[in-house]
T-cell receptor, first 115, second 114 residues
């Protein structure tokens, strides 16, 4: 079992729909990331969360530390939102010099938004 | 735009060859992490360098090695390439700030081993 689980694995939506992607984790974390990866590979960091909720444009990310769960919401989805969305957590138990920590990654949710 | 660049963008090698991938971090970033992402998989942590020394390593054999330089650039070297090494290689840089370091990702190098 992966330490970071995402659902759904694949998601197809119509333009304008409200989208939710879920992430559950089983390790102690200091922060959770939501990242976006387009075909061709480059990764873009969308959010970094340690508690509560963050909003950026049409994207909203929430985290419940007690339940070890996070959600990424996309409002008024658009075809340009089509990408793989990855949840990754900063492993609190792994420390190295300089207080830099390792990311543990989910497998990603592949989102396709149709016009 | 994260300020992290990687080169080359794409690379094709044959089994048994050696490859060097490069990453240029943001100025002042003292930490770089390398990840391997096989097709259809999530990224896997290879290792991390902090102030030019290896700071931690994932489950990768010794033929994966790295270097970090004072000018905020780094290299990932892979010897004796195997077919399974075909993947997207990502570097991420960060700088210590309080209790957490946000990581900035490069666009990746796609390596194909034939």
């Amino acid at each position: 079992k992966n330490e970071v689980e995402q659902s759904p694995q694949n998601l197809t939506a119509q333009e304008g729909e409200f989208i939710t992607i879920n992430c559950s984790y089983s390790v102690g974390i200091s922060a959770l990331h939501w990242l976006q990866q387009h075909p061709g590979g480059g990764i873009v960091s969308l959010f970094m969360l340690s508690s509560g909720k963050k909003k950026h444009g049409r994207l909203i990310a929430t985290i419940n530390i007690q339940e070890k769960h996070s959600s990424l919401h996309i409002t008024a989805s658009h075809p340009r939102d089509s990408a793989v969305y990855i949840c990754a957590v900063t492993d609190r138990s792994w420390t190295g010099a300089g207080n830099n920590r390792k990311l543990i990654w989910g497998l990603g949710t592949s989102l396709a938004v149709n016009p | 735009e994260t300020g992290v660049t990687q080169s080359p963008t794409h690379l094709i090698k044959t089994r048994g060859q050696q490859v060097t991938l490069r990453c240029s971090s943001q100025s002042g970033h003292n930490t770089v992490s390398w990840y391997q992402q096989a097709l259809g998989q999530g990224p896997q942590f290879i290792f991390q360098y902090y102030r030019e020394e290896e700071n931690g390593r994932g489950n990768f054999p010794p033929r994966f090695s790295g270097l970090q330089f004072p000018n905020y650039s780094s290299e990932l070297n892979v010897n004796a390439l195997e077919l399974d090494d075909s993947a997207l290689y990502l570097c991420a840089s960060s700088f210590r700030s309080g209790s957490y370091n946000e990581q900035f990702f490069g666009p990746g190098t796609r390596l194909t081993v034939l």
